[in-house]
Structure formats: C-alpha cells, structure tokens
C-alpha cells in the first residue's frame, strides 16, 4: 500500500493497519514524502499515526525511495531518520534483510 501520508486522500488509520494485518499487506513509508512535504498534507503526522499503530498490532512496512526521478533511486535518508526520530521498531521493516522480505512473501 503506497501513499498513506497525505491529508488530500484522508484516511482511517486503525481500519487501514487494521486491513493490512487481515489481508496480509505491507505498509510503505516513503522518502519521496518526506521529500515533497510542501506539497503533502500532515505527512509527518499521519506517518507517526500509522506507524504507532503498525507497532500496537505487529504490522510490517516498508521504507521506499519511491523517486519519479533516477537520481533519487534507492534514497531513504530522510525516511530512516524520520523512522529513527520516533523510535520505529526495526524489526518491523521488511527490507532490512532479504530473508526477512522473502519470508513475508512466502518466496
């Protein structure tokens, strides 16, 4: 699930974590975001919001560069420091280890 950030397309949090544990559905945290946060409503917010709640119900995500542009390709810093900021549960994030993302896609 990409874009849970931004305020223009609001939504519920707990219904969305909530679906994700259901329907077995990683969660991404996005650079980009953090990038274009001029351009996004309550982005740091609503990370916090769902983040918190991916760490109440044992939710894994995924940190993403998401870039619209080659030179931005495989950059995470600002997530990872946002990540850090709040203390996020690291072994919650599926792409830390190959074995730990082909575990949760049953590859």
């Known amino acids: 699930m990409s874009h849970p950030d931004d305020d223009h397309t609001p939504l519920n949090y707990e219904r969305l974590v909530d679906g994700a544990k259901n329907f077995h559905v990683a969660l991404e945290v996005n650079n980009s975001s953090f990038v274009k946060e001029d351009k996004r409503l ?51 994030i599926l792409n830390t280890a190959v074995d730990k993302l082909k575990n949760f896609i049953h590859f």
Request: glycine share 4%; proline share 4%.
């Open 42 to 92: 309550n982005c740091r917010e609503n990370y916090r919001t769902m983040l918190a709640l991916c760490e109440k119900f044992s939710v894994p995500i995924i940190v993403s560069s998401d870039a619209h542009d080659p030179s931005g390709v495989g950059e995470f810093t600002l997530a990872e420091k946002f990540l850090r900021e709040i203390n996020f549960d690291e072994t919650l």
